[in-house]
C-alpha cells in the first residue's frame, strides 16, 4: 500500500511483516526497563527447530503447567519442524497441544515436561489480563536476555484497510524483530498477548536513498489467546 504525496516530497510505502529474527531486544530510549520487569525474564523462552532456523531463535512465554505459547509461524508445522524449548538454560522437545494458522489465529500451544524444570518454575503461573488493553497503556516485552518498556498504539495510527484487523498494537521497541514474545501489562504482570508482526514504512524522498522504519508491532491479544487454549489445558 502506497501513500503518495506532492511531487519532491518523500513518499511513504507501508508493509506488514512477520518478525522472523530475534535479534537482541533494544530497549526504547525514553523508557528503560527497571529490575522489577526482570521477574518477566523467567516467563520468556527460546524456540528452536530441528534443524536450528537460520534467523535464530524464535520466542515464547511460559504459561505453567509445562505449558508454552508462542506464535503460530515461529513453530510453523510441529510435525516438520520438531521443535523444542530453551528454559532454565535447559532444551527440552515440545509436542503441539494446538496449532493455529499465521493468517487467522497466529498462535500455537506446546506442551514439555514440566517435571524437568526446577522448582521455582514448576510453582510459577503466567495469567492472562482480564481487561482488553487501551491506547497509551504502559507495557513490558520481554525476552530470555532482557526486557524493554512500550505502549499500546490506537489502531488509528495504521491504514484503514489493517485497522479492523490488527487492532492491537504496540509502539515498536527498537531495531528488534521478537515473533511469539511475550506483551505484558507493566502494573499487574498479565500476559496482555503474543507478538505476531510488524508495521514498517519507508520513506523515499527521491534523492537520498530510500529509508525503512518499523513503527508498530501487532500481539495477538489476551482474549483471542483465552479462546485459543483448549478447556483442559486452562488454569
Known sequence: MTFRTCKRRPTLVFWIGFCLAAAPLLRLSFAHADSADDSLRLYAVDIWR????????GRGVYLGNGLVLTAAHVVGSAARTRPSVRIAGMDLPAKAIKEGNVERVDLTL?????????IYLQMRRMPLCEKNPWPGEPVIVAVPEETARSHVMSPLSLPFRVQRKFSTLISDVGAT??????????????????ISRKFSVRINSGDAESQERDIAKYFVPASTVRAFIPTAYRF
Open 50 to 57: 530441528d534443524p536450528p532456523q537460520t534467523w535464530g531463535p
Open 177 to 194: 524483530e521478537n515473533s511469539g514474545s511475550g506483551v505484558f501489562d507493566e502494573e499487574n504482570k498479565c500476559l496482555l498477548g503474543i
Open 110 to 118: 506446546l506442551s514439555i515436561n514440566e517435571q524437568k524444570l526446577p
